[in-house]
């Protein structure tokens, strides 16, 4: 790369999109790492295609929607086309979906000592056979459609992300329907059956015994060849909230509008002739490169239920409990008790999320309790936080839910739960109108022996305990005065415009977090040209925006000390000579979903040390309701610095660090901060923030970390 000089030049940041890809071909590189565990490996495969639908979904949806001369990314400050930027997704994700199969047929053989193999139908033999035969016939056959095509049966329209069999059949004798000699038929593959059929000596994938039954399917017909496909539609939409009297109603018809998205991508099963794929890729308005021939199954999604197999400890990583804190156990679970001792933090997944349910759950039983607010992004199924919340209203506490009705792919779970809380007789509001509400924030208020006090717990992460278990997230709880006075300014926003003159404690998005957060990169510039400690390690799930990296730029340049933890996309190039030396980047991707957002500036020897919900991207700061909220207790706040932190700076075990081309590399070293959470308690944990390297040592070239 050619030296850079000015710091909006477009050579200074690396496209979203591709970006994005490289995180999901670190998640693959996690699926192809021999030393994980096998059923370890082929959830990450399984990862790696839900990953990959939801960026044609969304990502490549939305793109495939622009003129291809238009810049598309400007946001992130590259200036790419959007036709170049669709070439580049292309070539990269052909060589991800061919490495992604190649993985699979290593993994496939190496299972099958361990009783896991996949069987075709036709090599089934004796009682496999038979009950192949029975479940054919008494669950399968009755719910399946088979489909002719010709000009009195026109081409089906085919659903998002469905499984489907495409055949070549021709006539064995000439029956009183007068159907042509040769035809194509599709037979959709029930998404509602599971995928795979168990027998004795394995499993039989379900597409598979449809096609070995196609001649009981089309009686008198033949079967030529046969060959399984699935398109993928865009799903993104656009609500014209201010327009809507009724945003439920609204989502519930843009749901139903998805199910007619525009095509964007075709998978179909290699193997199949010219003349059938002749017969079917014209069918869809794509264009070659959007049609991927795949050596393998489709939507290896499906092997997550091959990863709950019961009896296959080897092949899994080794179980886990979260710990429960020693102050939740001492206060005997009253945690207004121990809040009004002291403010709590909890790490998860480390940290059982059990205290925030109990927290919510107390709250309901607690006749002293008066009233409950809480926002939903992701509650997840069965949530026992909205169980909780029912049961508050249900008792007469005024409860308030905030419900996120566009948390995308959640809509239809969130509309359920603001139905069942409506029931139950809470006040359910939907956000600001062209905001989505991403700030995790629960509001009590309780009638305590000497006073009204609000308890306040916020986070990084959801209220959802599947995803606690296996996203890492910080949470905490508190009665602050003034974080509960903007805890209940927030709520006032979201359910009655009424935004205050000034927040205390909470930075709120879209209400100056940006600037805010550029203010501290500038306060940090500023105190390394006095002389003064400057420093800033933050640890994002995303690094897009372009006025930001413009400022770190800038901080770089004055010598300032950056280290950033970013799982997922990051737009700035580190290590570039003369723009940004001092700024180091780092990828966690392992058995756990890095989750949590963590600042860290060092402000002249005074630190200060934020959590937040948001990560440093447009949306974030412009569409979204977020919010950062400082940690004062110093206690907690060193519990962050050298131990979220600094585990995250010290990881090479499962860290990738980006270069300047915006290629990730994987350190190849022991200290998996994974497994150090799981094995050491907090009060064990030893390990510090290590000083940054020397200010004139590039980016890109990091020394391997330890631990102390």
């Not at 591709?18 to 490996?41: C, G, I, M």
């Not at 070659?288 to 239920?305: C, M, R, T």
């Not at 990051?570 to 001092?582: A, D, F, K, M």
């Amino acid at each position: 790369m050619s030296t850079v000089t000015r710091v909006d030049d477009r050579q200074l940041f690396i496209n979203r999109e591709l970006s994005w890809l490289e995180f999901n071909a670190r998640v693959l590189d996690e699926a192809r790492d021999t030393s994980t565990p096998l059923l370890e490996r082929l959830k990450f495969l399984a990862i790696f295609s839900s990953n990959l639908d939801e960026f044609f979904m969304i990502r490549v949806g939305g793109l495939k929607h622009r003129d291809p001369a238009e810049v598309s990314s400007s946001e992130s400050g590259d200036r790419s086309t959007t036709g170049d930027i669709l070439a580049a997704i292309t070539k990269r994700t052909h060589e991800l979906v061919a490495l992604q199969h190649a993985t699979l047929r290593e993994l496939l053989p190496a299972l099958e000592p361990e009783g896991i193999r996949l069987v075709r139908p036709s090599d089934a033999t004796g009682e496999d056979a038979k009950a192949l035969a029975a479940t054919f016939q008494r669950q399968i056959l009755p719910v399946l459609t088979p489909m002719a095509i010709d000009p009195a049966h026109p081409f089906p329209h085919i659903q998002n992300r469905q499984l489907y069999l495409a055949a070549m059949l021709k006539t064995k004798a000439q029956g009183r329907l007068r159907a042509p000699k040769t035809f194509l038929a599709i037979v959709p593959v029930p998404a509602i059956l599971p995928r795979f059929v168990p027998i004795s000596t394995g499993f039989v994938i379900l597409e598979d015994l449809i096609a070995e039954n196609l001649e009981s399917l089309f009686s008198g017909f033949a079967r030529v060849e046969h060959t399984v496909f699935r398109l993928t539609r865009d799903q993104d939409f656009e609500l014209s909230e201010q327009d809507s009297e009724d945003l439920l109603k609204q989502i519930q018809s843009e749901l139903t509008k998805r199910k007619r998205g525009a095509e964007v991508r075709l998978e179909i099963r290699s193997g199949a002739s010219d003349r059938l794929k002749q017969a079917l890729v014209p069918q869809f308005d794509l264009e070659p490169d959007d049609v991927y021939e795949i050596d393998g199954p489709l939507n290896l999604a499906a092997f997550w239920s091959w990863h709950a197999l019961p009896g296959h400890a080897p092949l899994h990583d080794p179980p886990f409990t979260p710990y429960i804190p020693a102050r939740v156990r001492n206060h005997k679970g009253d945690l207004f008790s121990l809040i009004r001792h002291s403010d709590l933090l909890l790490h998860h997944p480390y940290e059982a999320f059990d205290p925030v349910a109990q927290f919510i759950e107390q709250a309901a039983q607690d006749p002293d309790v008066l009233a409950l607010k809480q926002t939903l992004y992701r509650a997840g199924r069965n949530s026992p936080i909205v169980a909780a919340l029912a049961r508050a209203a249900e008792r007469d506490k005024q409860v308030t839910a905030l419900i996120e009705l566009k948390a995308r792919f959640d809509e239809e779970a969130n509309i359920e739960w603001a139905r069942q809380l409506e029931r139950a007789g809470a006040h359910v509001v939907y956000g600001v109108p062209g905001l989505k509400t991403h700030a995790k924030v629960t509001l009590v208020v309780r009638r305590d022996a000497d006073r009204i006090r609000r308890y306040v717990h916020l986070s990084t992460g959801n209220y959802n305990p599947g995803t606690a278990r296996i996203y890492t997230d910080v949470g905490l709880m508190t009665c602050d005065e003034r974080m509960a006075d903007d805890a209940a300014a927030l709520f006032n926003m979201m359910t009655g415009y009424a935004v205050p003159p000034k927040w205390e404690r909470l930075v709120v998005a879209p209400h100056g977090m940006r600037d805010w957060v550029i203010e501290r990169i500038d306060r940090e510039t500023a105190h390394r040209a006095a002389g003064r400690d400057a420093r800033i390690v933050a640890k994002l799930n995303a690094l897009v925006d372009a006025d930001v990296i413009r400022a770190l730029y800038r901080a770089s340049r004055a010598g300032v000390p950056i280290d950033f933890i970013v799982r997922g996309i990051c737009c700035l190039r580190p290590g570039l000579p003369g723009v940004s030396e001092t700024i180091r980047v780092r990828s966690i991707v392992g058995k756990y979903l890095e989750h949590s957002r963590v600042l860290f500036f060092a402000n002249g020897g005074t630190p200060e040390v934020y959590l937040t919900s948001a990560d440093w991207m447009p949306r974030n700061f412009d569409r979204r309701v977020e919010i950062a909220f400082p940690v004062d207790d110093a206690s907690l706040r060193r519990r962050l610095v050298d131990e979220v932190l600094a585990a995250a700076v010290l990881d090479d075990a499962n860290a990738r660090v980006l270069f300047a081309d915006g290629r990730y590399e994987r350190l190849r070293g022991t200290f998996d901060s994974h497994a150090t959470f799981e094995e050491l308690p907090a009060n064990e944990r030893t390990f510090r923030l290590p000083a940054p390297p020397d200010a004139a040592k590039p980016a890109d070239a990091p020394a391997s970390a330890t631990a102390s």
